[in-house]
């Protein structure tokens, strides 16, 4: 009896192994097709690491090139958005590069 189940937990072992191997194939062939490549994709920063913290002195209303930000009222003079409300639109990004 034992020596049954661990035929079967070997074979669902071998058969899990061979399922994730064919998955990772097909996914690489299918972002090579796409032209996606590993150096492609955009680096993150290391874990542990933090972005640098804002220069205190540095006025917030004031860019580091020294112009200064427009206000969400300055940035949009003719007015598109109903009244009332401060919040600008998502910008629409094209993922697909088409």
């Avoid at 933090?50 to 940035?75: I, N, R």
Wanted: aromatic fraction near 4%; charge should be negative.
């Amino acid at each position: 009896m034992k020596q049954l189940r661990s035929r079967f937990r070997l074979i669902s072992l071998l058969l899990v192994c061979a399922f994730l191997l064919a998955a990772a194939l097909c996914t690489g062939t299918a972002l090579k097709a796409a032209g996606i490549s590993l150096a492609s994709l955009p680096s993150l920063p290391p874990l542990g690491i933090s972005s640098p913290t804002p220069d205190p002195s540095v006025s917030p209303s004031v860019s580091p090139g020294g112009e200064p930000t427009l206000s969400p009222a300055e940035s949009d003079p003719a007015g598109s958005l109903p009244p009332g409300t401060d919040n600008t639109p998502d910008p629409e990004y094209n993922v697909f590069g088409l």
